[in-house]
């Protein structure tokens, strides 16, 4: 029986999504937990995709096998009250066996929350502070040029040797917080992401909206395929994946 | 020279504001730093009241004194480059060498948040995850019963040995996040306030969305002046002291 499930989690104190020996990891802890259920026999589980250190998730997806048919309400129970309180299984839904929680990905988004404001230190491992004014329309129109189909290179990490660097963005935006206009939300949609990707992109726009760099530079970045020419990588902290399309 | 901080604070790690030996606490944090630029002259720091432990702040008053006449932007800087990350100086003033942070409060704004909705494990210890619909217009109707001047101590913690337990709230309500109407925001503005009060007020409101009390029911609690009539104490992580009155 295949499960597949939602999973929110506060990134701050794993070493990422990703198993890894003698790292405490969301997947590690997951595992641990679905294999004491499962009368100790080892569970495996696969998610849409890792996150890395720091990194925040609203809505992972990951399934899982186990052999008995449970009830569904009853295995979120049994999982939320063994995992840790930074870990929460939101959902839990049954599908076919040959789904796959990665391969069968039609879209992703992540968001980045920043503070243009006041540092707030009851903040500080889920926005990046920046607390500075940023050019917000500038950045915004910045980030539309990337929807559509292009060769991310550019916005990788910079040894990270790939096939096939071309990645398609379905839709972007950025939203101020009504209640506080110096928060502000990056939003990215797409079919596929690079590793690193939104944060050297959320690093370029903070450029642009700093002044260093104009909104259609992002263009002359995009054709150079290479990582030195956009700059810097974002903190983690920011980083939410909030939703998994399939 | 005196000088007024007011401070912003995340509680969840600290053995609550006030100095005890052997414990990592808000104040001991503060005196450790200002006697360091103090040039290891000891500074005592005298705040507006305590905060228990796991209690968080946004606008905590805290009074000092220094030989040196600083340039406050300066000794802000200095401050806040020595302090850990989850406590922060939004403003420092020059008061009266007659002022006193505690003494001279005219009022303060405590604020309880809390969630009706799903849990979020990105929030564990920053809103109370009641994570179940409440009757808040219910709650808001108690809540509006406690302004004015009454005695408190069926609203205190249990063994709190007082002269007097009269104490003047000046405003109280109940805000729905706009964006979540799951969230709710608790706020009472008071004289004073006596140990746990607001968290047993937080704790009584709570029953009476439940549906186990009437919001009337409060009249009787508070003319008992006894703590056993009141019921439960809400969790610290709910708590804010959110704004001192001078």
């Known amino acids: 029986m295949r499960y597949l499930m939602t999973i929110a989690y506060d990134g701050s104190h794993y070493s990422g999504y990703q198993k890894q020996p003698r790292m405490v990891t969301i997947q590690g802890e997951l595992e641990k937990v679905l294999t004491k259920i499962n009368s100790e ?9 890792r996150t890395d250190a720091g990194v925040h998730a609203y809505g992972q997806r990951a399934h899982f096998d186990l052999k008995k048919d449970w009830d569904l309400y009853k295995l979120q129970g049994s999982l939320n009250s063994l995992l840790p309180k930074d870990i929460y299984v939101r959902r839990i839904e049954k599908v076919a066996d040959d ?6 990905v039609q879209a992703k988004e992540y968001i980045y929350k920043l503070n243009m404001g006041e540092y707030n230190p009851l903040e500080k491992d889920y926005v990046y502070q920046y607390n500075e004014p940023l050019k917000v329309v500038e950045m915004e129109r910045a980030l539309k040029y990337l929807e559509g189909t292009h ?12 096939e096939d660097y071309v990645r398609t963005i379905l839709e972007t935006r950025i939203v101020r917080d009504k209640k506080d206009i110096n928060q502000i939300t990056i939003s990215i ?17 903070i450029e642009v909206g700093e002044g260093k760099r104009k909104s259609q530079d992002i263009l002359t970045v995009l054709e150079a395929q290479d990582r030195t020419q956009a700059g810097i990588t974002a903190p983690a902290c920011g980083l939410y994946l909030n939703q998994v399309f399939y």
């Open 41 to 49: 026999k080892k569970v495996t589980v696969s998610a849409s995709g």
């Open 99 to 104: 789904f796959h929680a990665r391969f069968d």
């Open 151 to 162: 060769n991310f290179q550019s916005f990788t990490k910079a040894d990270e040797e790939k």
């Open 189 to 205: 949609t797409g079919s596929g992401f690079l590793r690193y990707m939104v944060r050297n992109i959320v690093g370029f726009l």
